[in-house]
């Protein structure tokens, strides 16, 4: 049996802040605001491994008003997902994902966050890949006013 799913998230880029992005901190002037520490390409991956097996999204299962959240390690999220996939008996066949961010360069960081999510989702580093795109500054994401990402994902159960 495969199963599909894919993910959008933004959030919008804030002085003050960390920038957190897939299970990396980046060094740069701005971070990104959520409730959680606003890790949008991991909660894209999140939305996409829920989306595999029918369970709704991050938000669902993690409210952005409950305490418990507050300030949350979006990794620890995703590895809590990752649980109820290996409970219906999933693995990881490949995940793909793209950040769209018109600064800063994820090119030096790529193959980390790759690392990190191969890590969470209990795979090789090879099912995992992670793209970067400007959008050209045009839109939200070109003026730099908050970072994108998207991602698909396929479960496989032998
Ligand atoms: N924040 C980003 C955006 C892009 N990249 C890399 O640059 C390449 C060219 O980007 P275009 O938007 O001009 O297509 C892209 O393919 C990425 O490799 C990046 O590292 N960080
Ligand atoms: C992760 C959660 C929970 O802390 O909060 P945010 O960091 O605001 O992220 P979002 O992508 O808006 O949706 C899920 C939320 O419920």
């Not at 993690?62 to 979006?74: G, H, L, R």
């Not at 966050?113 to 050209?136: C, G, H, W, Y």
Request: aromatic share 6%.
């Amino acid at each position: 049996m495969i199963r599909i799913g894919q993910g959008f998230d933004v959030h919008q880029l804030t002085e003050g802040r960390p920038l957190i992005i897939g299970g990396i901190e980046i060094p740069y002037e701005k971070g990104l605001l959520g409730h959680s520490d606003a890790d949008v390409l991991l909660h894209t991956v999140a939305d996409a491994v829920l989306g595999a097996i029918g369970e709704g999204d991050i938000g669902r299962h993690f409210p952005d008003t409950d305490p418990e959240f507050k300030d949350a390690d979006s990794a620890k999220l995703l590895q809590h997902v990752w649980n109820l996939v290996k409970e219906k008996g999933y693995k990881l066949g490949n995940a793909d994902c793209t950040i769209i961010a018109q600064k800063p360069k994820m090119a030096p960081y790529i193959a980390q966050m790759r690392e990190r999510i191969a890590f969470l989702l209990e795979a090789d580093p090879s099912q995992v890949n992670v793209k970067a795109t400007t959008t050209e500054k045009l839109g939200f994401t070109g003026r730099q006013e908050g970072i994108a990402a998207q991602a698909a994902v396929l479960l496989i159960k032998e």
